[in-house]
């Protein structure tokens, strides 16, 4: 059996800065792939938002991941010259090269294979509300 | 030719926080595939342990490694409101998502195709021992 | 249709720390791969530098990113057994580890579908000028 392609766009709303929950939306898009067995990978297309995998019952940790990455990479901090769009731009910048914009996950039984604990999360790193643009690409068979 | 997809997954033992080499794994699936060229990508199931490439020579490099994520995360930071498994617990989330969960490496002539001194390592981030759960997807030819 | 693999190896030269802009490079073995849709990946095979995404409008956002990650992990930090290279080895190993060392891209209408401000780039971590070798994988029809 040959591998196929299939890809989709998605649109995440974002409320600020926060972790959303995509996993509910990649599995559907690989079920409409209708492939077994393969790879899917999620891709966000900004310089300002990650994708990241997270613990997914206690929303404690994502609380304690954002105030980690909060005193880690400080808005306004003085050493950066970048600060045209504001005090949360360049932070977002280095917080989503810390992270990834795309992750690989496999799929089994036609499913992201995700452990019991891994959710999908666009983790948002702008202060102000955006659409983000991400692209679910499922190769296999 | 058309593509073919094989996948295998891992049990890896580790002895609570450690970085345990999987090349030598990872490279038997990618025979087992018995393609020639292509990718294969390396999953852990987990979210507090990690997959990294790192420096494969000197062992130090990997102590340095931890030496660097213990002063840079530490156990038991009173920032942390997620502590109900322990001081280590919490740490471990951040580390993972600072690092990576999944990283593809190119397939050439039938092996992962990673440079002289690039070693694929399992990094478990609790102090206790775990066994983890890693999937390698190969798509190739 | 069945999918097809095309890889190329690259040779980037480098200045030394900085980063450098590949993404035209990427398209070109994208191009090149004559597909319509799909997924490419970028690999370094160094434990010394990165891929990296990042915001391509400004130079500053550049300068800031090197200027955080050389106050995150100093040269020549007491903390760090592996020196025997210079001051910048061990730090070039944990920033290689702190970002990432591949990092793939879905293939749409025969480009690499990066957002408007997303740009590849290679990022040399040691101060010396080397030649990474960089592997850039599509697979897609």
Redesign the interface.
Known sequence: M????H?ERLRVRTPGRATIDITAQVQEVVARAQMS???C?V?V????ASI????NA?P??R???E??AS???PDG?P????T?EGPDD?PA??R???????????V?HGRA???T??GLYLWEHRHAAHTR?V?V?V???
């Open positions: 040959s591998l196929r392609h890809s067995e393969g790879q990978t891709f297309h900004h310089t300002s990241i995998i997270c613990e206690d404690d940790v609380r304690d991941l105030a980690f005193r880690l990479v901090d050493l950066f010259v970048h045209a360049m910048h280095v989503s090269v810390l992270t990834q914009v795309s992750i690989a996950i496999p089994t294979d995700l452990g604990w891994q643009t692209t690409t190769l296999g068979e």
